[in-house]
């Protein structure tokens, strides 16, 4: 009943900069928090950054001061403003949804992922 689906990964030389996108649809009752995570091959998957439904933002120490979250609350999407990237950015970036959505009967309160998309910064 829920999608997220994102959108602005790519190839970049460093010192660039991308934005990238998640947008959520379906019966969506409340978006409780969204973010993004991210995991480049062998790694574990790791948080990037989060914004609450209260607008309260959490970074990584690594990317602090160079990404910045934000969120339109009105069309459920949420976005990352990729600044001054690094080779070490290079992974696939996940869009994270803690939802809470209405079946017709019962409300239920989930955890969504989207497909992923790949951010390479090139040196």
């Known amino acids: 009943q829920v999608q997220l689906v994102e959108s602005g990964g790519g190839l970049v030389q460093a010192g660039g900069s991308l934005r990238l996108s998640c947008a959520a649809s379906?019966?969506?009752?409340?978006?409780?928090?969204m973010g993004w995570y991210r995991q480049a091959p062998g790694n574990v998957r790791e948080l990037v950054a989060y914004?609450?439904?209260?607008?309260?933002?959490n970074y990584a120490d690594s990317v602090k001061g160079r990404f910045t979250i934000s969120r339109d609350i009105a069309k459920n999407v949420v976005s990352l403003q990729a600044n001054s990237l690094k080779p070490e950015d290079t992974a696939a970036y996940y869009c994270?949804?803690?939802?809470?959505?209405?079946?017709?009967?019962?409300?239920?309160?989930?955890?969504?992922w989207g497909q992923g998309t790949q951010v390479t910064v090139s040196s």
């Open positions: 379906g019966s969506i009752s409340k978006i409780n928090a």
């Open positions: 914004i609450t439904s209260g607008g309260s933002t």
């Open positions: 994270n949804a803690d939802i809470t959505y209405y079946s017709g009967k019962y409300y239920y309160t989930n955890d969504y």
